[in-house]
Nanobody, 126 residues
Framework: QVQLVESGGGSVQAGGSLRLSCTAS????????MGWFRQAPGKEREGVAV???????VFADSVKGRFIISKDNAKNTLYLQMNSLKAEDTAMYYC????????????????????WGQGTQVTVSS
C-alpha cells in the first residue's frame, strides 16, 4: 500500500558522512513505523534504525552514536544521517514501513515490516 523510494547512497571514505532519504507515497507515514535496514553480501538483512509514529527512534548497537534517523511528516520523507562511517557499514540500505496498529512496540526486526523500497548502495572504503 505504501510505495517507498530511497536515494542518497554512494561511495565515501571511512570517517565520512552520507545522508539517505526515503520518500513515501500512497499513504502518510505519520501512522507508520519507519525504518532503515541493510544487507551485505552473504549476510542476513539487519535493522539499523527505526522510528515510531511519535518520532521516537531506536538504533542498532553497531550504529548508536553515529547515525541519526528522522522524518518529516509534511514531506512524507524519512532520513538517515550517517556519520563516522566505517568499512563494515558497506551494504545495500533499504527503507521499510509497517502500519502502527497501536498494539505493539516498534522493533528492529525486518519481518515486522511489510513495505520495502528498492534499496540504495552505500560503500565505505578505508
Amino acid at each position: 500500500q505504501v510505495q517507498l523510494v530511497e536515494s542518497g547512497g554512494g561511495s565515501v571514505q571511512a570517517g565520512g558522512s552520507l545522508r539517505l532519504s526515503c520518500t513515501a507515497s500512497g499513504h502518510s507515514i505519520s501512522q507508520y513505523f519507519m525504518g532503515w535496514f541493510r544487507q551485505a553480501p552473504g549476510k542476513e538483512r539487519e535493522g539499523v534504525a527505526v522510528i515510531d509514529s511519535d518520532g521516537k527512534p531506536v538504533f542498532a548497537d553497531s550504529v548508536k552514536g553515529r547515525f541519526i534517523i528522522s522524518k518529516d511528516n509534511a514531506k512524507n520523507t524519512l532520513y538517515l544521517q550517517m556519520n563516522s562511517l566505517k568499512a563494515e557499514d558497506t551494504a545495500m540500505y533499504y527503507c521499510a514501513a509497517a502500519y502502527d496498529l497501536g498494539t505493539r512496540p516498534i522493533s528492529l526486526a525486518a519481518y515486522d515490516y511489510h513495505y520495502w523500497g528498492q534499496g540504495t548502495q552505500v560503500t565505505v572504503s578505508s
